[in-house]
Nanobody, 126 residues
């Protein structure tokens, strides 16, 4: 069984950078999708970035060019590097996984993922 634990959130100033980590325990398999989401109170969970077994990535328009998703070779850690942070990036950030999924297409909707972390909170202030 796969378990995910996020870390790295905190409080930063607008314009600064921060890197979130998601520790992956268990085996996601040789084929998988991994993703980062965020959510603010009263809003739906927003898909930010995905990465598949081939290391192909996708990004939401809101973070394109500022955020980078990556996974280490051992598949033990998923990362989200965030640059030029803005006030509107303030949210709870979640990592998600779809283990044992043989396809190059990773979807950005939350219903696609069956494993979630508990979240890490980011506050960006100007």
């Amino acid at each position: 069984q796969v378990q995910l634990v996020e870390s790295g959130g905190g409080s930063v100033q607008a314009g600064e950078s921060l890197k979130l980590s998601c520790t992956i325990s268990g085996n996601v398999g040789s084929w998988y999708c991994l993703a980062w989401f965020r959510q603010t109170p009263g809003k739906e969970r927003e898909g930010l970035a995905t990465i598949n077994s081939w290391r192909t990535t996708t990004y939401a328009d809101s973070v394109m060019g500022r955020f980078t998703i990556s996974v280490d070779n051992a598949k033990n850690n998923l990362y989200l590097e965030m640059n030029n942070l803005k006030d509107e990036d303030t949210a709870m950030y979640y990592c998600a996984a779809r283990p044992n999924y043989y396809s190059r297409t990773c979807f950005s909707g939350e219903e696609f993922y069956d494993t979630w972390g508990q979240g890490t909170h980011l506050v960006v202030s100007s």
